[in-house]
């Protein structure tokens, strides 16, 4: 049985449906639904119940400009990135090297969608910081932000640590998910309300390692390959 999923209706899914991207800012790059041939669809990489949302090169030229515009904001400062596992390990290390700085990384680890397709707004720590914030300009790199409350939950948390100060930068927004506005400084791609999988998001800890952004067509097929 197909579960109900968040913006996704029953029937949606179909093949003649587009996806459409809305741009954050101006240097967004339009984004077209990029449909799978038959020869394609012969591999995990290449699954059939996966559309294309947002393509691999697209991602990694956003994640470009935003590593130079965080590159321009931080000059001078002692900038240190801090990824929200598991979720932002990818964006993170393209991000990272793509800002022509001094850094120090740390990662924190967090739960709040389990084997869910939906945030529970209820978040648990399960790995705490490494060192010490004190006297950094934390950037939080997260995947997406969904209902805004993990990371307004995160960011209380990291002010309390004798920061200099904390930003957000975030792959994905769901602005029709927000419960709370989570004040995010860089936004890659502002995306409708749909439950997504790749680049470093998962469903119950799979489709991390796919190079695009995608949502399934069928998602109880998600359900069926566990």
């Known amino acids: 049985m197909v579960p109900n999923l968040p913006g996704i209706p029953a029937g949606a899914l179909t093949a003649s449906r587009l996806f459409c991207i809305l741009p954050h800012r101006s240097g967004d790059y339009p984004i077209k639904e990029k449909r ?41 400062r002692n900038l240190h990135l801090l990824g929200v596992l598991k979720g932002a390990c990818v964006f993170l290390s393209d991000l990272m090297r793509a800002i022509d700085l001094p850094l120090s990384i740390d990662f924190i680890g967090i739960s709040s969608y389990g084997a869910s397709t939906k945030s529970s707004g209820e978040v648990r720590i399960t790995k705490d910081l490494d060192k010490s914030l004190a006297g950094k300009d934390v950037l939080v790199v997260e995947d997406i932000i969904d209902t805004g409350l993990t990371l307004n939950y995160l960011v209380n948390i990291f002010k309390s640590r004798e920061v200099n100060s904390v930003e957000i930068a975030a792959l994905l927004d769901k602005p029709e998910r927000h419960e709370i506005d989570a004040h995010a400084r860089y936004i890659g791609f502002t995306i409708p309300n749909h439950f997504v999988v790749g680049y470093g998001l998962d469903f119950a800890e799979s489709y991390r390692n796919l190079p695009f952004v995608a949502v399934p067509e069928d998602p109880g097929m998600l359900l069926a390959q566990k």
Do not use: C, H, P, W
């Open 36 to 76: 799978m041939t038959a020869n394609e669809r012969e591999s995990f990489m290449t699954d059939a119940n996966l559309k294309v949302l947002i393509e691999a090169d697209r991602i990694q030229a956003r994640v470009r400009d935003m590593g130079r515009q965080i590159t321009e904001d931080y000059r001078g």
